[in-house]
C-alpha cells in the first residue's frame, strides 16, 4: 500500500446514490474471499454454510479498509467505507428491493437469476456477531448469505472462478482530512501487527 496516495471516504448523499449490485468476482476489491468447507474438504475460498443447500457466506463491504483505485484522469487514490456509511447504503439497497441484483465479474451484460440473498448482517464484536472464519475483517463490514440456486453459477463457485463479493453504485466522496488519516494509517499498521503475530 501506498502511503503517498489520498484516501477519500464514499458517502451516500441523494437519491441516486448507493448500492445496486452485487457481483461475483474472481478478485474481490474487499481483498476478502469466501471460505469454502464441507466435509471432504479443508479450507479453501468459500465458506458454503451448506453444501446440499447451496448457501455461500462473504464480505460485501470492509469497514474502514482502503481500496486502491484509479480515476478516469489517471489519479490514484485509496477509497474507504465507514460504519455509518455502510449501514445507510445497506438498508436503502434492500429498501429499494435491489439484494437479488447479482452479475458476473462486473458484466453488465451478465446479470444472473437463482442468486437469491437469505441473510444480510454486520460484523458487531460488542453484540456476538463475529463470523468464523473472517476474524480479520473489520468491525462494521458488511456481510451477506446467498442461496445458490443457478446451477452453473454454483459450479463456479465450487471450481474457485469466483472468490467473492464486490459491489457496484454510485457514491460521492470527500477527502479525509489530514489528522484522520494519521489515523487510519496507524489503524492498518495495528491490523498488520496483529496479522504478523498470529
Known amino acids: 500500500m501506498e502511503k503517498n496516495l489520498p484516501i477519500y471516504k464514499a458517502v451516500i448523499d441523494g437519491e441516486a446514490s448507493g448500492m445496486y449490485t452485487v457481483s461475483l468476482v474472481t478478485y474481490p476489491a ?3 474471499n469466501f471460505l469454502y468447507f464441507n466435509e471432504q474438504h ?8 451448506n ?8 464480505v460485501i463491504m470492509r469497514c474502514n479498509h482502503p481500496i486502491y483505485r484509479i480515476g478516469i484522469s489517471g489519479m490514484e487514490y485509496y477509497i474507504m467505507f465507514d460504519k455509518p456509511t ?3 447504503m445497506a ?5 429499494e428491493g435491489l439484494q437479488n441484483n447479482v452479475n458476473l465479474q462486473h458484466n453488465p451484460d451478465a446479470y444472473v437469476d437463482g442468486v437469491l440473498l437469505k441473510e444480510v448482517y454486520f460484523k458487531d464484536i460488542e453484540r456476538g456477531i463475529n ?7 473489520e468491525d462494521g463490514s458488511l456481510f451477506g448469505t ?10 463456479s463457485i465450487k471450481s474457485g472462478e469466483f472468490k ?5 453504485g454510485y457514491f460521492n466522496t470527500v477527502e479525509v482530512e489530514m489528522e484522520d488519516e494519521v489515523q487510519i494509517w496507524q489503524d492498518i499498521l495495528d491490523i498488520l501487527k496483529q496479522l504478523e503475530n498470529k
Not at 479443508?42 to 454454510?49: A, D, G, H, T, W
Not at 463470523?131 to 475483517?137: L, M, N, T, V
Request: glycine share 6%; net charge negative.
Open 30 to 32: 474487499v481483498e476478502s
Open 86 to 88: 455502510i449501514e445507510l
Open 42 to 49: 479443508k479450507p479453501l475460498q468459500f465458506k458454503v454454510e
Open 146 to 155: 446467498y442461496h445458490i440456486t443457478n446451477d452453473e453459477v454454483w459450479e
Open 91 to 95: 438498508e436503502k439497497w434492500l429498501k
Open 131 to 137: 463470523p468464523i472464519g473472517f476474524e480479520d475483517i
Open 164 to 168: 467473492g463479493y464486490s459491489l457496484e
Open 51 to 58: 453444501e446440499e443447500q447451496r448457501v455461500v457466506t462473504g
